[in-house]
């Protein structure tokens, strides 16, 4: 059976016939195939000959026409050799023998498939041809040209949400491309672009953009530019300036996320049903360098991008213990949100106890309570406040790392996951499987399984997914090498994104792989499974082998931010280092070069991922080790002195690894004194105990027995310490 396709969205309209041996084209445009196309298009696929005469033949007497339209049947019988119209009176086509891609695109539009309905649509209904003599049928398009291209425009705009509701920053610019390309003159599409460009790191086309943008706001709107669109500009702009996205990671452009849409979305949606009340918390996990920080980061940005509040906050391992420290971070950004103030006084009272924006944001209206606060009622009074700000305004909390919080923080968490499916509030939390010490590891699980919780494990990416990475930094020569070399990749990284980068920066660096006019170079040995590849198979030896290319110096200043465990600024790694800040300065820079560096805002400088960290300090010798942790106590200590006193277990926590037990014990009873005053004698102790529980089996016996002569020689240390360590 014969079967026949008429292409009308395309800038050459015609009917093909699908034969064994393949596509034959029998009509091209022509009045036979108007008839065709008019009859398809109608909701019955038949109309009267008097229909069609005055719509095709207009300008011919009425016999003339009617001989006309006799001689177009007749033609379409001839050349498709089959009876595709028929009929007296009233001319039918017989539909089962064709396909008509007007009724196709509608198809895959109601039933949701709607890539395939954009593929179908090549060009604008018969926007190329015209005919003589038929001003009706000529009227009849232009109508259903109009419609379809309005359902198009809605398509890309679904598709565009769509993408953007996935983390696929570029996909969703193709779209705002294709918008633009439709109508240059609507500005909404090229803002949407502007900011999706940002997003996905081309902060160069987005610059571009915004000028553009300006240009033609200038052409219709006269010389001043509404303040609107400088404002929608400038927030668009604001996408990209991450800190993360300064650095193209070595390449010509910062990789996209990949093989995350799956697990975006699945966050987009609790978001979306947390921004009508019902809201909820995701818990991400999987091992070091899964990627979990980079899905929040991208998530983040889809979040910030309706009207609500974002608060995040990340946990390290330095500061750890410290109770609810990231939700008094969260809180304390947030002390000037208009719906914190319909926090119930008594739970104010006690958040400006603890936090001093707090007080002074509320000064006069309430009085802050009297210390200490005991660790139920501080819980209760965070709730509170979050639960107050989250009616005003929809609100996210991104908690990252929640595997080096306290016991009584990942607890806190599980609490505020029960109490969100009542308010609008999304808290996305991430932690690695394993937490430090087994009790936390049961507190994460216990948290993981909960049914308040939505928990999503990070699978290692698949050769697809490298494919495409690859192909987000430069344009792959062809497919077939771009997943031959995606395949190698996997097989020796694992699929875990921070080796799969490292190895391709290796390999970058190492000149194997290059990149010319923005396409790769990929030389056949990088493909062939036969030559085996010149870099370490696991991930941690591969790390080191990337620290073996840069020098001592700047391996020390690795180190020395590693031991720190958090950003610095250049004055604080010169004291850590014990180096002039001339010399820190160098050092970053061949860090940076080697893209070792992270850069956490404007002023301040990290490793690029603890993992580099670790490897790090197992690079660089023991008594230097020593050495930074001994002074970065002091950098502690000296913090601890100008005000925040829970920098007095960050200092006696380097103080241990400096293996000095007597120092660790003295700051370490400093920082419980302070708890005491602060949040009462049971917080204390249990914050002391849960800080001794991170110490590893080698030093812990050492600053108990210390902890316990700090006691007994002291007249002002308060007896409950010698039942925490004795
Ligand atoms: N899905 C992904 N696509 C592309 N790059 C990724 C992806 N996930 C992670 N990365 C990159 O891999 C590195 C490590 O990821 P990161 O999010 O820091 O891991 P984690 O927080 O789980 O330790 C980062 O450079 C990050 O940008
Ligand atoms: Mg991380």
């Known amino acids: 059976m014969a079967r026949f396709f008429l292409h009308t969205l395309t800038p050459r309209p015609r009917l093909v016939v699908q034969t064994a041996s393949g596509e034959r084209e029998c009509l091209r445009f022509s009045k036979q195939l108007a008839v065709l196309t008019y009859l398809a298009a109608r909701p019955t696929g038949a109309g009267t000959r008097e229909e069609l005469v005055g719509l095709l033949w207009d300008d ?3 016999r003339d026409a009617r001989q006309a339209l006799r001689q177009a049947v007749y033609q379409i019988r001839q050349n498709t050799d089959h009876e595709l119209v028929a009929g007296e009176a009233v001319l039918s086509l017989r539909r089962e023998d064709l396909d008509f891609d007007v009724t196709l695109f509608r198809e895959h539009l109601s039933a949701g498939r709607l890539e395939e309905a ?3 649509y090549q060009g604008d209904f018969l926007a190329t041809v015209g005919l003589a003599g038929a001003r009706e049928f000529e009227q009849w398009a232009e109508g259903l040209r109009q419609q379809l291209a309005a359902e198009r425009r809605q398509l890309l705009r679904t598709l565009m949400a769509k993408a953007t509701d996935q983390g696929q920053w570029s996909e969703a610019a193709r779209c705002a491309r294709e918008l633009i390309e439709e109508d240059p003159r609507d500005l909404e599409p090229r803002l949407r672009l502007v900011e999706l460009m940002a997003l996905s790191g081309d902060l160069i086309g987005a610059q571009v953009g915004a000028d553009e943008i300006r240009r033609l706001a200038a052409q219709t709107q006269g010389e001043r530019l509404p303040e609107a669109i400088e404002t929608a500009i400038g927030r668009a702009l604001a ?5 993360e996205r300064r650095q193209s990671a070595g390449f010509p452009r910062h990789p996209e996320m990949v093989g995350r849409a799956t697990e975006f979305r699945r966050v987009v949606e609790r978001w979306k049903s947390a921004l009508e009340g019902r809201g909820g918390c995701v818990l991400i996990s999987g091992e070091t360098g899964s990627g979990k920080t980079r899905l929040v980061r991208e998530l983040e940005r889809r979040l910030r991008r309706d009207r609500s509040l974002v608060l995040t906050s990340v946990c390290n391992p330095v500061e750890g213990t410290q109770p609810f420290a990231p939700f008094l971070e969260m809180i304390a950004q947030a002390h ?3 719906g914190l103030g319909g926090t119930s006084p008594s ?18 209206a309430i009085r802050p309570r009297q210390p200490p606060i005991p660790t139920e009622a501080l819980a209760g009074a965070l709730l509170d406040g979050f639960t107050a700000m989250a009616e005003e305004v929809p609100v996210a909390l991104l908690v990252e790392d929640l595997h080096w919080a306290s016991p009584v923080t990942i607890a806190f968490a599980h609490k505020m996951a029960r109490r969100a499916d009542r308010v609008a509030l999304l808290m996305l939390l991430s932690a690695q499987d394993v937490a430090r010490s087994a009790e ?3 507190w994460l699980r216990d948290l993981a399984a909960s049914e308040a919780v939505d928990s999503i494990a990070l699978p290692p990416l698949d050769a697809a997914d490298v494919a495409h990475l690859l192909s987000t930094i430069a344009r792959v020569p062809d497919e077939r090498t771009g997943s031959l070399l995606a395949a190698r990749v996997v097989q020796h990284t694992a699929g875990v994104p921070l080796y799969v980068l490292e190895l391709l ?7 194997q792989l290059a990149v010319k006019e923005g396409t790769w170079v990929i030389p056949d040995q990088l493909t062939d499974d036969r030559i085996p590849l010149s870099f370490a198979r696991s991930g941690p030896n591969l790390l080191r082998q990337r620290l073996e290319a840069i020098d001592q110096g700047a391996r020390a200043l690795l180190a020395a931010l590693a031991v720190w465990g958090r950003e610095a600024t250049v004055q604080e790694i010169a004291q850590i280092a014990e180096l002039s800040e001339g010399a820190v300065r160098e050092g970053l820079d061949v860090l940076a070069r080697r893209r070792l560096l992270g850069r956490p805002s404007e002023r301040t400088y990290a490793v690029l991922h603890e993992q580099m960290g670790e490897v790090a300090l197992a690079e660089v010798s023991p008594v230097l080790v020593a050495a930074l942790c001994r002074n970065a106590a002091t950098l502690a200590e000296s913090r601890a002195h100008a005000g925040p006193l829970l920098e007095w277990f960050v200092a006696a926590r380097h103080a241990a690894a400096a293996g000095d037990a007597a120092r660790a014990a003295l700051d370490a009873a400093r920082g419980a004194a302070a708890i005491e005053v602060r949040s009462g004698e049971q917080a204390a102790r249990e914050e002391l105990r849960s800080w001794l529980d991170t110490l590893s089996d080698l ?5 108990e027995a210390r902890l316990r002569t700090v006691v007994e020689g002291s007249t002002s240390a308060t007896g409950w310490v010698k039942t925490v360590v004795g």
């Open 440 to 442: 936390k590891t049961s």
């Open 347 to 364: 739970s104010l009272e006690i958040l400006a106890a603890l936090l001093p924006e707090i007080a002074q944001q509320f000064r006069g």
């Open 118 to 120: 954009l593929a179908l």
């Open 239 to 243: 996408a990209g300036r991450a800190p």
């Open 505 to 511: 920066k290796a390999l970058y660096d190492g000149g």
């Open 699 to 703: 030093v812990r016996p050492d600053v």
């Open 60 to 62: 011919s007497g009425l």
């Open 336 to 338: 000037a949100v208009p």
